[in-house]
Antibody, heavy 118, light 113 residues
Framework: EVQLVESGGSLVQPGGSLRLSCAAS????????MNWVRQAPGKGLEWVSY????????YYADSVKGRFTISRDNAKNSLHLQMNSLRAEDTAVFYC???????????WGQGTLVTVSS | DVVMTQSPLSLPVTLGQPASISCRSG???????????LNWFQQRPGQSPRRLIY???NRDSGVPDRFSGSGSGTDFTLKISKVEAEDVGVYYC??????????FGQGTRLEIK
């Protein structure tokens, strides 16, 4: 069974940093590209970042470019999102989601809540 | 970015009755490879999204056959033939044609009348 478990979300002050992680199991992690997608409270879904299976190809949404860094450790079946210079508008539940051939996402984790507030 | 517009945003439905959600894209979703990468997701209250449909009309494993997707170009529809209580939640369309700039619709909240 495919499982994605996010962690690392918490309350952080504006301008602060946070590192999210996603532990993957139930599939060959190193064969799949991965994404981060976020959802602000009561709002819709926003794609944040993509990383290819090998980690060599990376993309970011304009809203986080220059502030967030996606990475992965295929030996540990884990995906990460380093978030710096956090703003109030970054407050959201962050989901990791498995990519399917760069045309869709199929499995999602349960999400981890990031709250940016003083 | 490709704008995805859903309607209605709120959909009250009587149990056992059909439901239909529209999704329109600002540009054609036909990919250069000939496929159309339009997906539908369901998000039940308090849960993470679950994919129901991919490439316009293909149901994911385990998705009841009362769910169906159709459409082409810029106009797409998700239909539920007979709404059940477990169908309550928010439904999102998502385009993957313009990867990596994937975009979602605003969501349609389905509730039971």
């Amino acid at each position: 069974e495919v499982q994605l478990v996010e962690s690392g979300g918490s309350l952080v002050q504006p301008g602060g940093s946070l590192r999210l992680s996603c532990a993957a199991s139930g599939f060959t992690f190193s064969s799949y590209s991965m994404n981060w997608v976020r959802q602000a409270p009561g709002k819709g879904l926003e794609w944040v970042s993509y990383i290819s299976s090998s980690g060599t190809t990376i993309y970011y949404a304009d809203s986080v470019k220059g502030r967030f860094t996606i990475s992965r450790d295929n030996a540990k079946n884990s995906l990460h999102l380093q978030m710096n210079s956090l703003r109030a508008e970054d407050t959201a539940v962050f989901y990791c989601a498995r990519d399917t051939g760069s045309t869709s996402v199929d499995y999602w984790g349960q999400g981890t809540l990031v709250t940016v507030s003083s | 970015d490709v704008v995805m517009t859903q309607s209605p945003l709120s959909l009250p439905v009587t149990l056992g009755q059909p439901a239909s959600i529209s999704c329109r894209s600002g540009q054609s979703l036909v990919h250069s490879d000939g496929n159309t990468y339009l997906n539908w997701f369901q998000q039940r209250p308090g849960q993470s999204p679950r994919r129901l449909i991919y490439k316009v009309s293909n149901r994911d494993s385990g998705v009841p056959d009362r769910f169906s997707g159709s459409g082409s170009g810029t106009d797409f529809t998700l239909k539920i033939s007979k709404v059940e209580a477990e169908d309550v939640g928010v439904y999102y369309c998502m385009q993957g044609t313009y990867w990596p700039l994937i975009t979602f619709g605003q969501g349609t909240r389905l509730e039971i009348k």
